[in-house]
């Protein structure tokens, strides 16, 4: 699957962005849904000299998904900007459908590797969820993200190093993202603050499995199962400790498919994917 799709001291920016802005075309649907090239293939960007790439997004035609739309694209150092081949910072993809991002513009940023933001909102049956490309990837599916993206900078006429150091900048906010845009900008994915580390062993399950998560307050907590039509096929109160936190999953007279599961508390909510199989 193609690997998928953020720095450091503030940096002189040589020339505007927007004049290097080209077009993009995107390309045929390959079956093989994630973005592309290889971040490793895509072209260094040399400091103080004039940029220009495309990034193809490939939507996937499985997972229930009806619609993805790419919100943003943030982390890019200070100079380069983009446009997706509709003109727009934004796109929505249909199943199965392609589109292309130009990167372009120029940048004295320090040399290292900036790992990327793609924000994106995914449109299933049950409703919408919005967040980081990987984040959201977690909750559908499992294995590697196609949506992990990195862009290195290197000196002028410098060797393109792809094991190149990730600069690190540290935590910040999601909003911080879209109004910062420096070699200062810090890596955000947003979180729900209440749940952390869910683990769902085994999935896919046949009679029961083992959802096991930390929890940072204690509390009634909501659970809720979903199939990929939307409709609720559980939702029970769940009592949960302060600390790590174990709950078995009974299928009783579910039938085999894909499931949606969350857990919530106070309007922040995770939620994870589930397979029952024969």
């Known amino acids: 699957m193609k690997k998928s799709i953020t720095l450091f001291f503030a940096c002189w920016v040589l020339v505007g962005t927007n004049a290097y802005s080209q077009s993009c075309t995107p390309p045929a649907p390959s079956g093989d849904p994630g973005i592309s090239p290889d971040w490793q293939q ?22 229930g998904i009806t619609s993805l739309r790419i919100d943003s694209i943030v982390g890019l150092p200070e100079g380069l900007d983009y446009l997706f081949d509709n003109g727009q910072k934004t796109k929505t993809f249909a199943p199965g459908a392609t589109g ?23 449109t299933l049956a049950l409703g919408s969820f919005s967040n980081e490309a990987c984040v959201l990837y977690g909750i559908l599916a499992s294995g590697n993200c196609p949506f992990g993206y990195y862009i290195n900078v290197t000196n002028a006429g410098g060797v393109c ?62 659970v809720s199962l979903r199939d990929l039509a939307g409709k609720t096929v559980l939702n029970e109160e769940l009592v949960v400790s302060t600390g790590t936190n174990r709950y078995i999953l009974h299928r009783n007279n579910l039938a085999e498919g894909v499931y949606f599961f969350t857990l919530s508390k106070d309007g922040k909510a995770v939620t994870r994917r589930i397979t029952i199989a024969e």
């Open 161 to 222: 190093d792809t094991n190149a150091p990730v600069v690190s900048r540290g935590d910040t906010m999601a909003a911080e993202w879209n109004s910062f845009r420096n070699c200062n900008v810090v890596n955000a994915i947003p979180t729900v603050q209440s749940i952390d580390d869910i683990t769902i062993v085994p999935n896919p399950f046949t009679t029961q499995t083992e959802i096991r998560f930390t929890a940072k307050e204690s509390g009634m907590y909501q």
């Open 100 to 122: 292309c991002a130009s990167v372009f513009g120029t940048t004295n940023c320090p040399v290292g590797r900036y790992k990327l933001g793609i924000y994106a909102t995914v």
């Open 42 to 63: 895509l072209p260094c960007v040399e400091q103080g000299v004039a940029y220009s790439a495309t990034i193809n997004v490939e939507n996937f035609d499985t997972l």
